[in-house]
Structure formats: structure tokens, C-alpha cells
């Protein structure tokens, strides 16, 4: 276990990352120096302050080596998938065949943050008629346009229907430019009728059969391309290994989400979590890789639990955390006003959840994908959240509005009103763009009053 | 008889019509104030304007709404929590070309019926519904063949009559069309219009602009294709569901290239001269295809954004069309 746990600079990392190599700590290929992605162009790098441990530092490089990895794996006559949109259901697909990565193109939407906009991704857009009433995932054109940030997917595929407009807006945009994308229908979530036969999904929602079987026949025509692109079968078996493996992610995560938000000091930052998180959508383009990653973070915080170690007191303010920030720097201000995250929605808990292992594999991820919150009503989701907050004991909410998203502008009332209804615990919405440089003292007052609010009621 | 309302072109009239109910396609009045949607940053002037409209109505029986747009997919939650009127979201996926699509198309059709039934309607039958789909295609018929004897308002307001008050509506008033106005002909292309957005095309046409196109949602291209009356005795659903659903092309189709090519066509037919694309600020779906429609015509486009504010809205399109048809003529 580290020592002294705190939250440190990128050049405090590279002062450390000295010591352990003059320690002859052993470390994968791909961890080193975060100060080299500096000079690769992610300069909003040293906006961040990071987790001090070995195990965050190979979290970062992990992270901010994927480009690495699919440049790689094509090179090894891979094939590699872009999957947009369905966070968490294609990608279990593709990793079940040995010669197919996936990643998750969707994910450019941080790097006008990390990049502190020096990539011109956003102009790109802007100059293809997607400026800033869209989302900012619409950097995600620049990137394709660029093809400095990924290569250009052998297969895209995209989920549409019960998705946000932005997205699937930008996805068309992107097809009109000249990129086939691969479309499958993903349909508005409903109660079951009288007499039709209700499935409880994972993660709680509750969905009609009917509804999993179109899914899965949407998944199958999937399944039918992934077969093309990688000239080989994805039968049963081979799926049912593959969930086999994307749950041991999910496992691992969940065991280290459960301790990171109930252990009575906060033993790791929000913004390492939020990355953990990510993590299992797409698996970071290396499936193994990324579960070796969240073991060694695991066994940090499990040490840290033990040891009664962490960030912040015992008395921070415990926050249910709503939407993911497009500026990461957002969630290192909210343990600077003395907060710390006690569970999240960033828009996929369904790739979080465990997937059935009783039902034929196809089934199972039809159900996956039908237990995305955000192909369901809002009203459903703050359900889940609120469910969520009892299980982690969370004070507050906070929901973090994506500039420009179509979902965003309406859902926070509804959000609001049901954790009002159920639970009487205050809920907060602030704004977060790609970079918040200019707004940081508006939004720490913000947060500061939110954390005030929280430690007012606990007198009561 | 109960009064069925929504909006999206996708719910077929005559499936209501053949329950014994009154369908009525509203056309929005104005962006709606009310606070039931909340902050009106990020929402479609559109949706907060038909969720005032149809939370305001006493004379309806039931609301029917679809997934086509998420923000109207979410604002279902608002009126669901809001209001006591029997509401329904109707799945109209946005893929097209597989036959799970179409088939998911007319299965919500059949969950809308029993939505109906359960508001006081009857059962469907094929004779019921092949009589009223006749009934409603031959006022179509005769609307759009009237149409180059109406001005572009007196054209967008018989379609939104025919719409809300269904064939009679049309009847009752294409006799008296005879003035063709005169201009250099235009296409006006974009999502749904509001009443007071009717405006724009009386400023086109006092600009020297006409309207030969209304390819808007509330305008010739939220029409259904014409019903093949062969098949209608056969099997009138699949060819409800096939003018509908396979007929009416739309910016929120995946992928959406049928629409380009509905636009191509009538074009071409119609000797196009210049696009007005209207749209409201945080429409996506719209927005989205301003640049493509820019890339893939020839033709010049004027980008007409609605915010809801009418009165500003008018005298920024004024300014702006004058400017464009200055250009055309």
C-alpha cells in the first residue's frame, strides 16, 4: 500500500515515478512517466492532481495508451470495431473473437479537455456544421477527420432509437462525411402490458420479453458483421466465454465501487473511479489488460480500507454523482470543497451490472442493452439512482449537465422531483464543459454551498 | 367521440379514425412559457410548445407521443407526471431497412390499439380501417393536388385542417383555391412548424420568393406516400404501416438517406431554385443536417434558426430572407 495517500501533481508523479524505477519496482510496458503525455499534446494533464499510488499511475498510462494499443493491434492484422453509442453491449461481442479489438470512438469527447482544445477537434466540428448547441462528443467528428487520435475502425457500428439526438446526429453527420456506420435499433424501454411477460433486467429495471427479443435480433444482425469482419464464427460458446470475461471486469469493479463509496474514509479520488469506471465499457482496447489494472487499484483500495486510510476526513460531505464531467478537473474540485464521491450514474450502469449467466448469451446482452438508463424513461433512472444512494449511503445528488445534450435540458427536473419524492436529500445541477478554467470559482461555490447543505442536515 | 391528439407524422390517422376515435395532429401555436418542462435553455421551442398545448386541452381523451425525437421521448415523462390524461409513447424505431424495424412498427401500431380500445374505442377491423384509409386518401389527393393554387400559408394551414380535423376539413375548403402566387420558387425544408412560424412564408412570398416545396414535418414531406388501393382490401395494416412508416422520410432515420433522395425528386420536379431550412435551436436532428444539405446541393440554403421568440424570430427571418431572395432574383 502507498503511505500517505493524497492526491498529487503530474510532477510530483514524475518525481515518484523516479523513485520507484530507482526502486526497481516492475511495472508493464506501458507505464511511465505521465509527463511524456504531456509532451505528446495532453496538456490538461497538469490541471489534474492524482492519486498517489503505483496503481492509479498504471491507470492513467492505461488510459492514455489506448491509441498505442489499437495502432498495435492493427499492425498485428487485428480487426478493430468502433463502437458508438451502446457503451458496454458491442464491445463483450467483439472481444469473444480472438482477432477483433474494440474501442469506443464516442470517448474523443475528453480530449478537448486533455488536450486543453490544442487538438482543434471542436473547430472541426464547428467547420462540418456541429458547433457548441451539440454535445461536446462532437469532437468525435474531428477526431475521425484527423485520424490522429485513433485509427479509422474497420467496422463502426452505432446504437440508435432511445438514444440522445446529439449523438445520433453527429453519427449521421459522420456517415454523410463518407464512414459506413453499421445501425441497430435500441427501443424506448416500457413497463410490460397486462398479459405480456415481464423480465427483470439487470440492475433492477423491468422490461416486456418482447422487447429482448427485437434486441436480439438487432444483436444478431451485429453478431452477423462482427462474423464478416472477422472471418470466423461468434457462436454461442464463444459469446458465452466472452461474458464470462467481461464479467470478472464488472466483478472487480463492483467490489471496488462498493468499497471506494461505503468505506468510512474515502480511500480513492473521484476522478481515479471515474476512469475504473470507464474502463469496462470497451475495456480500453485490451480486455485482460484492463482487468489486471482494476485488480491492482482493488487491492490498493482494500489496503487502504484495512489500514482505515484515505482522502478527506471521515466527515466529507457524501455525493451521488450524476452524468460524466467533460472536464475531468471538475471532479478533483469536488474533493477540494471537502466532498467525496458515494456512488455515480455516468449514463452506463448497465455496463456495470453483471450479465446474466442463466440465459442464452444473445438474451443476456439483449438485456443489457435494454438496461441502459438512458433508453428508459427519466423517471426510471432517478429510481435507480435513488436506489443507488441508499446502497451507498449518499447525502446529496449531483447532476452534471452536458452542455448541449438533448437528454439533459429535460431530465434533471424529472431526476430532481423523484429524489425529492423519495428520499428528501438535497440535489444539485451545475454545467460542465470541455474546460471549466474560467468558471472554477462560480462552480467551487457552487459545491461549497452544496457541501454546507449537506452538513447542515446532519444537525438536524 | 373522444379526440385523440400528437404531433409526429408517424401516427397514422386512420388507425385512430378506424377505433371510433377522433384522431387530431396538432399543430403547435407557439413555443410554449409554461414551467412544467422547466428551464427553457436546451429544450426545443417545439416540445415545450406542444407540451403546453396539449396539458392545457379539456377536450381530449388521449395524448399520443413517439420516440422519433428524445427530447419528445422525454418530455412523455413530463406530461405522464403532470397530467391525468391517458398518455402513450409509441415506438417508431429509427433504423428502416431491416424487416425487425418494420415489424416493430406494426407491433406498436397493434399495442396502440389496444391503448385505444382502452379509451372507449372499438376494435379494428380490415373493412373499418381499408374504408376510412380510402377516405383519407382520396382528401389527400385532392389537397395536394390543389396545392399550386395555394400560397405557401394557405397550403401549410389546409394541411394542418386536414390534420387536425381530419378529410372533411379538406373538402370543405380546396374549392375556393385560385390565386398562384408568383416568385422565385423555393423549397422550405425542415422538422415540424408552429402557426406563428407560418409567417416566414408570408415574408417569402412579400420578398418575391414561393413556396413550391413545403418539405417541412407540418408540410408535404410529413404526408404519407399515397396507399396502393389494391392492396388496401388485402391486407390494409402492412399498407398503413408501408406508406407510413416506409414512406414519410425523415432527418432522424438511420441512416437518412431516403430523405435526400425524397428531396432530390421533388426538387427536380418542382424546378427549385433556393432552400430555406427551418429549424429550432436545439434541434439536433435538423441542425445536424444543415451543413450535409449545404454539401450535397447545389442549390443556395438559408438557414433559418426559431428560438421561440416570436417576435425577434420574425424580424431576424425577415431580415435574412429578404437578403436571400435579393440574391435569387
Known amino acids: ?11 510530483e508523479w514524475d518525481r515518484q515515478y523516479e523513485s520507484l524505477q530507482r526502486a526497481g519496482a516492475r511495472r508493464p510496458g506501458y507505464v511511465g512517466p505521465l509527463g511524456r503525455h504531456v509532451q505528446d499534446g495532453d496538456r490538461g494533464l497538469v490541471r489534474l492532481r492524482f492519486d498517489n499510488s503505483p496503481a492509479a499511475l498504471r491507470l492513467w498510462n492505461f488510459l492514455l495508451t489506448e491509441e498505442d494499443r489499437l495502432r498495435q493491434a492493427r499492425t498485428e492484422g487485428k480487426k478493430i470495431v468502433g463502437a458508438m ?30 488536450m486543453e482544445l490544442s487538438a482543434g477537434l471542436l473547430g472541426i466540428a464547428d467547420s462540418l456544421g456541429i458547433d457548441e448547441s451539440f454535445c461536446p462528443v462532437r469532437a468525435m467528428l474531428g477526431a475521425f477527420v484527423t485520424e490522429a487520435h485513433f485509427p479509422i475502425p474497420d467496422l463502426l457500428s452505432c446504437s440508435v432509437g432511445a438514444t440522445c439526438d446529439d449523438f445520433s446526429a453527429i453519427a449521421q453527420r459522420l456517415n454523410g462525411l463518407g464512414y459506413p456506420i453499421f445501425w441497430w435499433e435500441i427501443p424506448h424501454r416500457r413497463s410490460p402490458e397486462p398479459g405480456e411477460t415481464a423480465i427483470e433486467l439487470p440492475g433492477g429495471f423491468v422490461a416486456p420479453q418482447s422487447q429482448i427479443e427485437f434486441v436480439k435480433s438487432e444483436l444478431q444482425r451485429v453478431a452477423a458483421a462482427l462474423e464478416e469482419l472477422a472471418g470466423q464464427s461468434l457462436d454461442e460458446a464463444k459469446l458465452a466465454v466472452g461474458i464470462e470475461r467481461a464479467n470478472q471486469v464488472r466483478d472487480c469493479l463492483a467490489e471496488l465501487r462498493l468499497l471506494a463509496f461505503t468505506a468510512e474514509v474515502c480511500p480513492i479520488p473521484a476522478l481515479e473511479m471515474l476512469i475504473a ?7 480500453c482496447s485490451d480486455q485482460n489488460e484492463s482487468l489486471a489494472v482494476l485488480q491492482e487499484l482493488l487491492e490498493e483500495v482494500k489496503s487502504r480500507v484495512a489500514a482505515g486510510v484515505g482522502l478527506l476526513g471521515p466527515d466529507a460531505a457524501r455525493i451521488f454523482w450524476v452524468n460524466p464531467v467533460a472536464d475531468l478537473q471538475v471532479m478533483n474540485l469536488l474533493e477540494e470543497c471537502g466532498a467525496r464521491i458515494c456512488g455515480t450514474e455516468y449514463l452506463f450502469s448497465h455496463a456495470l451490472d453483471k450479465i446474466p449467466e442463466d440465459v442464452p448469451p444473445l438474451e443476456a446482452l439483449a438485456q443489457t442493452a435494454l438496461a441502459d438508463p438512458m433508453v428508459g424513461s427519466a423517471a426510471d433512472r432517478a429510481r435507480r439512482i435513488c436506489a443507488d ?4 449511503g449518499a447525502e446529496a445528488v449531483l447532476v452534471s449537465r452536458i452542455p448541449g445534450a438533448s437528454h439533459c435540458a429535460l431530465e434533471g ?10 428520499l428528501d436529500i438535497a440535489v444539485l445541477e451545475i454545467e460542465v464543459p470541455p474546460l471549466t478554467d474560467s468558471m472554477c470559482p462560480a462552480l467551487m461555490t457552487r459545491l461549497q454551498a452544496l457541501v454546507e447543505t449537506v452538513r447542515e442536515r446532519r444537525k438536524k | 367521440m373522444g379526440k385523440i391528439v400528437y404531433t409526429c407524422p408517424y401516427v397514422p390517422a386512420e388507425w385512430v379514425a378506424a377505433h371510433g376515435l377522433v384522431p387530431s395532429r396538432v399543430m403547435v401555436r407557439t413555443a410554449g412559457t409554461s414551467p412544467a418542462v422547466g428551464p427553457k435553455e436546451g429544450v426545443c421551442p417545439y416540445v415545450r410548445g406542444f ?10 381523451s388521449g395524448i399520443v407521443m413517439t420516440t422519433v425525437c428524445d427530447q419528445m421521448r422525454r418530455a412523455f415523462d413530463i406530461v405522464v407526471g403532470r397530467s391525468k390524461l391517458p398518455a402513450f409513447l409509441m415506438n417508431v424505431p429509427n433504423t428502416w431497412r431491416s424487416v425487425a424495424a418494420q415489424r416493430l412498427y406494426v407491433d406498436e401500431l397493434r399495442r396502440l390499439s389496444r391503448f385505444l380500445v382502452g379509451l372507449g374505442g372499438s376494435a379494428v377491423s380490415n373493412g373499418e380501417l381499408a374504408k376510412v384509409m380510402l377516405d383519407y386518401d382520396t382528401a389527400r389527393s385532392s389537397l395536394l393536388a390543389k396545392r399550386e393554387l395555394m400560397s405557401g400559408r394557405q397550403f401549410a394551414e389546409m394541411v394542418a385542417a386536414f ?3 381530419g378529410p372533411g376539413a379538406v373538402s370543405a375548403n380546396v374549392a375556393g383555391c385560385s390565386a398562384a402566387p408568383r416568385g422565385v420558387p423555393l423549397a422550405a425544408v425542415g422538422g415540424p412548424m408552429m402557426a406563428e412560424d407560418l409567417d416566414m412564408f408570408d415574408v417569402i412570398e412579400e420578398s418575391g420568393g414561393r413556396i413550391v416545396l413545403d418539405a417541412t414535418e407540418s408540410g408535404e414531406r410529413g404526408i404519407c406516400q399515397r396507399f396502393d388501393r389494391r392492396s388496401i382490401g388485402d391486407d390494409p395494416v402492412t399498407e398503413l404501416a408501408e406508406a407510413y412508416f416506409g414512406g414519410i422520410q425523415d432527418a432522424s432515420r438511420r441512416p437518412n438517406s431516403g430523405l435526400y433522395q425524397w428531396l432530390k425528386q421533388h426538387f427536380e420536379e418542382r424546378g427549385v431554385r433556393g432552400v430555406v431550412l427551418h429549424r429550432y435551436v436545439w434541434c439536433d436532428m435538423w441542425h445536424a443536417e444543415l451543413a450535409r444539405l449545404r454539401e450535397w446541393t447545389d ?3 438559408l438557414d433559418v434558426g426559431v428560438t421561440g421568440d416570436c417576435e425577434a424570430d420574425k424580424h431576424r427571418a425577415a431580415n435574412q430572407i429578404g437578403a436571400f431572395l435579393e440574391m435569387l432574383q
Open chain 1, 413 to 422: 427536473e424529472v431526476i430532481r422531483q423523484v429524489v425529492a419524492d423519495e
Open chain 1, 389 to 392: 444512494i441508499r446502497r451507498f
Open chain 1, 85 to 114: 453509442k451502446d457503451l458496454g453491449t458491442v464491445p463483450v461481442m467483439a472481444y469473444s473473437l480472438d482477432n477483433v479489438v474494440a474501442f469506443y470512438p464516442d470517448g474523443a469527447w475528453w480530449i478537448p479537455c486533455v
Open chain 2, 51 to 60: 407540451v403546453d398545448e396539449v396539458m392545457s386541452r379539456n377536450d381530449v
Open chain 1, 1 to 11: 500500500m502507498t503511505g500517505v495517500v493524497r492526491q498529487i501533481s503530474l510532477d
Open chain 2, 299 to 301: 442549390l443556395p440554403v
Open chain 2, 163 to 165: 390534420n387536425m380535423d
Open chain 1, 277 to 283: 469506471e470507464m474502463l469496462t465499457i470497451h475495456f
